[in-house]
T-cell receptor, first 113, second 113 residues
Framework: GDSVTQMEGPVTLSEEAFLTINCTYT??????LFWYVQYPGEGLQLLLK?????DKGSNKGFEATYRKETTSFHLEKGSVQVSDSAVYFC????????????FGQGTELSVKP | ETGVTQSPTHLIKTRGQQVTLRCSSQ?????VSWYQQALGQGPQFIFQ???????GRGNFPPRFSGLQFPNYSSELNVNALELDDSALYLC????????????FGEGSRLTVL
């Protein structure tokens, strides 16, 4: 079945460092891909999405490109801030699965001043 | 615009008991999904409701059931609780066909003793 695999955390970075969180997926057909973020004490929020190959999703300085050839959707940010500390989840949605999202296990990011 | 609200935020039950969790969807949304998030894991899809009917179900036994009401709010019921049911239960609302763009509540933390 469809699945999502993320790099394990926790990831600890200094402020202004470059961030990459790896995400690969297995799916039949052409899924839509998402990054969700869970800040401490808050609900999951959609960070960005991409719906077809080579699309780039971006928001709040974060970017991810839908790579069909490598089945990947890595999250990147050029300069992280303390406020980016959160748990990040990669997810996919298949066309024939309605609103069902399949999530990775999450990657905790801690940014130190 | 009112976001997704869930109640209760925390509860403790014992094995064999039954629990009902409630969710009010975001204004304008007609679809509700429920997810189970075990500690340190990504959310797992339980089921989705649209037009008061179940529309898609994950790998959960029949003792997990739900309802959606005419105002689009929803309930998740779990019978014969087991220790492994201890988790954060997340409700998410969306517009039908929104393809993975979900708006999550902060969740109900269930502990089964």
């Amino acid at each position: 079945g469809d699945s999502v695999t993320q790099m394990e955390g926790p990831v600890t970075l200094s402020e202004e460092a470059f961030l990459t969180i790896n995400c690969t997926y297995t799916a039949t057909g052409y899924p839509s891909l998402f990054w969700y973020v869970q800040y401490p004490g808050e609900g999951l929020q959609l960070l960005l999405k991409a719906t077809k190959a080579d699309d780039k999703g971006s928001n709040k300085g974060f970017e991810a490109t839908y790579r069909k050839e490598t089945t990947s959707f890595h999250l990147e940010k050029g300069s992280v801030q303390v406020s980016d500390s959160a748990v990040y989840f990669c997810a996919l949605s298949s066309y024939n699965q309605g609103g069902k999202l399949i999530f990775g296990q999450g990657t905790e990011l801690s940014v130190k001043p | 615009e009112t976001g997704v609200t869930q109640s209760p935020t925390h509860l403790i039950k014992t094995r064999g008991q039954q629990v009902t969790l409630r969710c009010s969807s975001q204004s304008g949304h007609n679809t509700v999904s429920w997810y189970q998030q075990a500690l340190g894991q990504g959310p797992q899809f339980i089921f989705q409701y649209y037009r008061e009917e179940e529309n898609g179900r994950g790998n959960f036994p029949p003792r997990f059931s739900g309802l959606q009401f005419p105002n689009y709010s929803s309930e998740l019921n779990v019978n014969a609780l087991e220790l492994d049911d201890s988790a954060l239960y997340l409700c998410a609302s969306s517009s039908w066909g929104a393809s993975g763009e979900l708006f999550f509540g902060e969740g109900s933390r269930l502990t089964v003793l």
